[in-house]
């Protein structure tokens, strides 16, 4: 199980992002399932409408809810503590709370790669990140 980041779902849906082309290529060679949070849904579907791309919005959001093979975890009251936890101790890293609360799932849930875009993945350590430049 790969867990998708915001940074990924975005690159893959908009051709002029820089890392379309990896997204594109990445997704397209997936085997298996995709994990992520409503936490990260609402935040892609937020930054497709803040970019003034509804309809990339229309069709992730088709997509994401319709695909068999994508998994949309809900953030639990355990990860929204431990995202705290992770928020107030890593202060110095920049990681926002929807980052945290991703941590904390990927965590809980034994996750061991994260297609991400996002330098906080790295950051955190204890996933691989994919797509590797």
Not at 42 to 59: G, I, P
Not at 78 to 102: E, I, N, P, Q, V
Not at 115 to 126: I, P, S
Request: with cysteine; proline share 1%.
């Amino acid at each position: 199980m790969i867990f998708v980041d915001t940074s990924a779902w975005f690159a893959a849906y908009v051709e002029v992002d820089a890392n379309y082309f990896a997204a594109s290529a990445f997704l397209a060679s997936v085997v298996g399932d995709l994990i992520t949070t409503d936490y990260i849904v609402a935040e892609t579907l937020n930054l497709f409408r803040a970019r003034r791309r509804s309809a990339r919005a229309m069709s992730f959001g088709d997509i994401v809810f319709d695909a068999k093979e994508i998994v949309v975890e809900q953030v639990s009251s355990d990860d929204l503590k431990r995202a705290w936890l992770l928020f107030r101790h890593y202060g110095d890293k920049h990681w926002s709370f929807t980052d945290c609360t991703s941590f904390a799932m990927i965590e809980r849930l034994g996750i061991k790669t994260a297609f991400a875009f996002d330098q906080h993945f790295h950051q955190f350590g204890n996933v691989e990140v994919v797509p590797v430049s």
